[in-house]
């Protein structure tokens, strides 16, 4: 079956730097997602990406966070200034279709230091 | 506001009853609503979808209802195993971009 993958599958960084997560979708899946886990809670969304412009997002994804997919393959997530409580398991999901399936990657762990 | 919401405490069964797992959401217009299983440290895996003109889904051991009335989906597994054990997360859809997830019931079988 296709996957998502993402890399890096660990990230520590020190609080003010920049991150940029990777995610490769679906080849011809047409909606991608970020959500975030910090640990022990919920699986929260962060942000939905169609026709290469956002579509939705939540309170969470403030000024400090960006996507791009920036050739066609790859989609990332920036986040500009790390904190602390940017801690998490991050995943990124793709959907062939509205109201089909999510096929979520194996996650980056992200550790603001 | 919307809301979904799952049992948080721990669902405990043993090995070979049938697990009943709820979700209830408010303030939601769902046209679909997924079931997914979340194992410690990985990505949510899809299970199921059900529509909303669509009463119970099927597949295999699992079966999902889905009660627009009662604003309820009830997710089944029957003769359940120890690999059944891993949290379970609703997410009903609406017209919108985003699939939001409940904060899922954990599942644990006891052999």
């Known amino acids: 079956e296709p996957e998502v993958t993402q890399t890096p599958s660990h990230q520590v960084t020190q609080m003010g730097q920049e991150v940029i997560l990777r995610c490769v979708p679906i080849?011809?899946?047409?909606?991608f997602y970020w959500y975030r886990q910090i640990l022990g809670q919920k699986v929260e969304f962060l942000v939905s990406?169609?026709?290469?412009?956002?579509?939705?997002k939540s309170e969470i994804f403030d000024d400090q966070f960006s996507v791009e997919r920036p050739d066609g393959s790859n989609f990332t997530l920036k986040i500009r200034s790390t904190k602390l409580e940017d801690s998490a398991m991050y995943f990124c999901a793709s959907q062939g279709g509205l109201g089909e399936k999510l096929f979520f990657g194996s996650g980056t762990q992200l550790s603001v230091l | 506001s919307q809301k979904i919401e799952q049992n948080s405490e721990a669902l405990n069964i043993q090995e070979g009853k049938t697990a009943t797992l709820t979700c209830n959401y408010t303030n939601y217009s769902p046209a679909y609503l997924q079931w997914y299983r979340q194992d410690p440290g990985r990505g949510p895996v899809f299970l199921l979808l059900?529509?909303?003109?669509?009463k119970e889904k099927r597949k295999e051991r699992l079966k999902v209802t889905f009660d627009t009335t009662l604003k309820q989906s009830l997710f089944h597994i029957t003769a359940s195993q120890p690999a059944d054990s891993a949290t379970y997360l609703c997410a009903p859809m609406d017209s919108s971009y985003k699939l939001i997830f409940g904060s899922g019931t954990r599942l644990l079988v006891r052999p």
């Open positions: 080849s011809n899946h047409l909606y």
């Open positions: 990406f169609y026709n290469n412009e956002i579509s939705e």
């Open positions: 059900i529509r909303e003109n669509e």
